[in-house]
């Protein structure tokens, strides 16, 4: 039984977001890919919060130096942001800001993977921060599509419902990867194994940037 604060659904809640599903249609394929790319991304995202504590107890590296993981590749996304906010803007184009979310999500994945078997603490340090840049960087795309992209397939009607649900993947992810992480964590495999979280979700994310396809409001 549900009790005090929980949240339960009424039948005015559902009326406010069928409008969103009954316009759907065929588009529904290419808004559930960006769901799905935003939920896996903060799931990978997730596994990443746990980069300084690696770097620290794993790899031996300094507060300062750990502290630093994710700056290059945030300074790249703030410029990136803009850019890709203006082209979208401008041509209402996305497939390729998407592709290269997923793609730099990948490759991300696949170094912070190899840090496992890295040789000495100075390579995987390296592989530590070289991961971390490209993931960093594709939350450029992360900040536009999510929540620009609903504006364009979807009637006006059901846009409030479609933006709620994609903030709801965000959170829903952050929140698992927790979970996991934490699990992983206290597990045989040690921080090692959160890092290799990302390889399963980057996958997922790859194949829904290969479904997605562009297409404007009716």
Known sequence: MMTGATPM??????KAVRPFFANMERKAIFYVC??????????????????????QEALGASSQIAGLINVPGMIVAVILTTVFGNYASKTGRYEGMVMIWAAGAVVGGVLWALMGAAPTSSVGLLLLFAGAFPLATVNSVNQIAPYTY????????????????????????????GGICAALMNGAGG???????????????????????????Q
Do not use: H, W
């Open 34 to 55: 960006i769901l799905l790319l935003m939920f896996f991304y903060s799931v990978v995202n997730g596994a990443g919060n746990y980069g300084p504590t690696y770097a």
């Open 191 to 217: 921080l090692a194994a959160v890092f290799k979280v990302p390889l399963v979700c980057e996958a997922v994310m790859l194949v829904c940037a290969v479904l997605f396809k562009d297409i404007r409001k």
């Open 9 to 14: 659904i009424t039948p005015s809640m559902v």
């Open 150 to 177: 609903p504006m364009t397939i979807l009637q006006p009607q059901g846009l409030a419902a479609g933006l709620a649900f994609m903030g709801l993947a965000g959170a829903l992810g952050s929140t698992i990867a």
